[in-house]
């Protein structure tokens, strides 16, 4: 099994001027022959505390895919982290192949390996297309990995150490202020929402919404996920590529990063944008265009914070009822964000990354 920091000169220049590259403070690539393993870990900030982050396993079109990934997405959890007001840093870990086809235990034995090596910088846990049984297979070769513990409130209701329902929660903590803020609704009855993804945590998401009155417009690349959201919920299935283009008050992205590009801005017809997916705009200058269009933006990191808050406390001796609590308390952070950017004509992820640097450069 070799963990390998970057070493190599032309490596080197490659990851360095990488545009995706911020000041990451470690980049390991990991391979082990035997099991046929190809990850990164990427390691951004560890100021705040040990960097967590999920290990996301997806059939990358290329290893500079994979890598962009990576270095994006473990900077968002160091924003996500310190907006929170966690004690960790921000860090991710990708695997190179297909979840359905190509892994094996003994593959997430030897990405524990690779984790455990890092000797606690960087904390594990499940993303998309790993999940709880994964973790615990990391488990057995480190301690350095969350979301795996059975989690129980004070009635004795017990689920999995799966964060996507605490994900799925803030992400409608996060949305009920957006549409209290533009919409002046204190409720959610009729509030049209287009969902673009129903995996583990817009399906969560999809059945909140449709619990509190709203009208859910769904699409995913899996037909089989939408048909179950119309029998469930009665919602409207979408084409993918159409679900820029519907009418209505929110369009809530749960799947894939840079999907607010120039190509979809123009097509959106919703008021606001707010949803559970990392990494929702392409270019940071797209966070300035919705505010110059008036949508009214959710910063990612922020609304989609309930998974982090969930693994963090899980290695702490928090009972449930507070980490729910301060899940819900995602909508009080983004009510604030809201206020203050439009005080200081700043659009919302200008101001949400202004407090978070505020929190974790020092």
Same mark, same amino acid.
């Given at each position: /099994? ?10 080197? /220049? ?34 705040? =505390?040990? %960097?967590?982050? =999920?290990?996301? *396993?997806?059939?990358?079109? @290329?290893?500079?895919? %994979? ?37 094996? &235990? ?40 969350? =979301?795996? %513990?059975?989690?129980?409130? !004070?009635?004795?209701?017990?689920? @999995?150490?799966?964060?996507?329902? *605490? ?21 959610? $009855? ?7 993804? #129903? ?25 089989? !996920? ?12 979408? !084409? ?7 009418? #209505?008050?929110?369009? @809530? ?12 801005? &123009?097509?959106?017809?919703? @008021? ?26 959710? &910063? ?17 001796? /928090? ?9 819900? !308390? ?11 950017? $439009? ?20």
């Amino acid at each position: /099994m070799n963990s390998t920091p970057i070493s190599e000169q032309e490596t080197t /220049m490659r990851i360095f001027s990488h545009h995706e590259f911020d000041h990451h403070e470690q980049v390991v690539f990991c391979h082990d022959q035997a099991t046929g393993l190809k990850a990164i870990i990427a390691i951004h900030n560890t100021h705040l =505390g040990p %960097a967590l982050g =999920g290990c996301r *396993m997806y059939p990358y079109a @290329s290893e500079e895919e %994979a890598l962009n990934d990576v270095l994006r997405l473990s900077k968002g959890m160091t924003y996500k982290s310190a907006i929170a007001n966690l004690p960790l840093g921000g860090g991710k870990s990708v695997i190179i192949g297909d979840p359905h086809s190509d892994k094996t &235990p003994d593959l997430m034995r030897a990405m524990g390996t690779a984790v455990e090596r890092l000797g606690g910088r960087y904390i594990v846990a499940e993303d998309s297309g790993t999940n709880v049984e994964d973790m615990l297979l990391l488990g057995e070769i480190t301690k350095h990995v969350s =979301g795996i %513990a059975e989690k129980c409130d !004070a009635e004795g209701n017990c689920r @999995s150490g799966d964060p996507s329902p *605490m994900t799925a929660r803030g992400t409608f903590a996060g949305i009920q202020a957006a549409v209290k803020h533009r919409l002046g609704r204190a409720d959610m $009855e009729g509030v049209r929402v287009a969902i673009q993804g #129903v995996g583990s945590v817009g399906h969560h998401l999809a059945k909140l919404l449709h619990d509190a009155g709203a009208k859910i417009f769904v699409a995913d690349i899996n037909r089989s !996920a939408v048909e179950q959201m119309v029998m469930e919920l009665g919602a409207t299935a979408v !084409a993918n590529e159409a679900i820029y283009d519907q009418d #209505v008050d929110v369009f @809530s992205p749960c799947a894939m990063g840079a999907i607010i590009n120039d190509q979809t801005i &123009p097509r959106l017809r919703a @008021s606001i944008v707010a949803g559970a997916a990392n990494n929702q705009l392409a270019e940071k200058s797209h966070g300035q265009a919705l505010a110059t269009k008036g949508i009214l933006y959710a &910063p990612d990191y922020v609304i989609n914070a309930g998974g982090v808050i969930d693994v963090c406390y899980e290695r702490s001796s /928090m009972a449930q009822e507070q980490i729910i609590k301060q899940v819900d !308390a995602i909508g009080e952070t983004l009510h604030e964000i809201f206020t203050r950017a $439009e005080a200081q004509h700043k659009s919302t992820y200008e101001l949400a990354d202004q407090i978070a640097e505020e929190r974790f450069a020092s």
